[in-house]
């Protein structure tokens, strides 16, 4: 069970009944499918479901948000199911979640508030429980006039004589919480700003060491961590759920060329992601920003494939980072490799550029690493020289700078093989040969 503690609640909520409103005729599709989603973020928080109702709204009500008629038929529904719950898909207004509420005398929640909840579930780091709770205090401000529990606290005093207080103590409360809450707000940012300073420390010293950095994104439970487990043989959180890493985790692997690159996790991205959690988010995801590169994972199994890599696009262009050099990958292809129509599809709308693979089954990982050398093509390159015993600086710093495959001795020369950053390729003008001049 889990509790909705982005206000103060005397029980869990293990029963809910799901709700999706639409506003125009040709989004009926989409909004089956986004309640659809909704599902699966309600049983990532391990909340059965007693019921869903997808409908069309002919005209959007500012206090209920459907037509007053609908709102009380969904709610007398709800309590046929013996509902404890209801998840309204669409945004609603803090008066719009009190009044619904007021009518039904059921907890009523919208999709923000289930996703704040992932996020506090799953935030492990300082950084990440920082992020989480500045947009849980940012979403409930506005509703601190209907949480729970306010007016009935202030008994005891000023004239509530054990019992609930007036209205104008309630009222005095209210502004005593906002006032906290703003303070609380700008403690968190501070506590942020702090973070972030050790994180650019923690950057510049990965860039002075010269090692390439990609990152991988892309729409939730696409299997992103599930793939970084298979590259790094990481310990990184891989389940079917939602949301299932929120910290970046970074590994390094070693690339065939001899590079070693490194990878880093980013939390999955969802349809009508709320604004301002990708502005609490920004510095997670500012690993994408900061990348060489993008891996931009898919499921390829997905029936809405097309929509949800729309979606990352739209989140990434927000961040700044839509300009990025970036590698499609098509994950879980073991599910449709027999489906030679759907396969075509997916080339053509691709236009042949994405990498198939199956991080559980191991399929084409061979052909993704070998993306990852062609994606840092342009970094690097494989020099064959030959190097004075004389010229000990010169292969010092091969070893300090470059990566050395391969290393003999001929005479008074250093015969050497090695991946060397174009940064300092111009140090050994005049050192290269041809393989076949190693030999002798």
Request: with cysteine.
């Amino acid at each position: 069970m889990a509790m909705f503690d982005v206000r103060d609640k005397p029980d869990m909520v293990e029963r809910a009944f799901l709700i999706g409103a639409y506003f125009d005729r040709n989004d009926e599709d989409v909004a089956r499918s986004l309640l659809e989603e909704l599902a699966d973020l309600v049983d990532t928080l391990q909340i059965g479901i007693v019921g869903a109702e997808c409908f069309f709204v002919r005209n959007r009500n500012t206090r209920y948000l459907t037509g007053t008629g609908k709102c009380a038929e969904l709610i007398e529904q709800a309590k046929d199911l013996n509902a404890d719950c209801i998840i309204i898909d669409n945004e609603l207004s803090p008066m719009q979640q009190r009044t619904w509420e007021e009518e039904s005398g059921i907890t009523v929640i919208d999709r923000e508030e289930v996703i704040l909840d992932i996020f506090k579930m799953r935030a492990q780091t300082k950084e990440a429980t920082l992020q989480v709770e500045l947009a849980r205090m940012q979403y409930s401000l506005p509703r601190l006039a209907r949480m729970w529990s306010h007016l009935d606290r202030q008994g005891g005093g000023g004239g509530g004589g054990g019992k609930g207080a007036s209205r104008g103590e309630g009222e005095q409360q209210i502004e005593v919480d906002r006032r906290l809450a703003r303070k609380r707000i700008d403690r968190i940012r501070a506590e942020l700003e702090e973070v972030r300073k050790n994180r650019v420390t923690q950057r510049k010293q990965r860039f002075d060491e010269g090692i390439p950095h990609a990152a991988i994104v892309g729409y939730t439970n696409a299997g992103k961590s599930s793939l970084l487990n298979r590259l790094a043989g990481a310990c990184v959180l891989a389940e079917d759920k939602l949301f299932a890493t929120l910290d970046p985790t970074t590994r390094a692997i070693g690339l065939e060329d001899g590079q070693a690159l490194l990878l880093t996790d980013t939390v999955g991205f969802i349809r009508n992601l709320p604004h301002r959690l990708v502005e609490a988010f920004k510095a997670t995801l500012e690993e994408a920003i900061i990348s060489d590169f993008l891996v931009h994972v898919l499921d390829a199994s997905a029936d809405e494939i097309f929509a949800f890599y729309e979606t990352t696009l739209s989140v990434l262009a927000e961040l700044g980072a839509a300009d990025k050099p970036t590698l499609i990958v098509l994950n879980k292809v073991d599910l449709i490799e027999h489906d030679h129509a759907r396969m075509q599809e997916l080339k053509t709308y691709f236009d042949g550029k994405a990498v198939f693979i199956s991080a559980t089954e191991e399929k084409n990982i061979d052909q993704l690493m070998q993306s990852f050398c062609d994606m840092l093509v342009d970094r690097v390159s494989r020099l064959e020289l030959r190097i004075p015993q004389s010229r000990q600086d010169l292969v010092a710093l091969l070893h300090r700078e470059a990566n050395i495959l391969e290393q003999n001795y001929e005479g008074n020369d250093v015969l050497l093989t090695a991946i060397v950053p174009h940064i300092i390729k111009h140090r050994f003008d005049g050192f290269e040969v041809s393989p076949s001049s190693l030999c002798g």
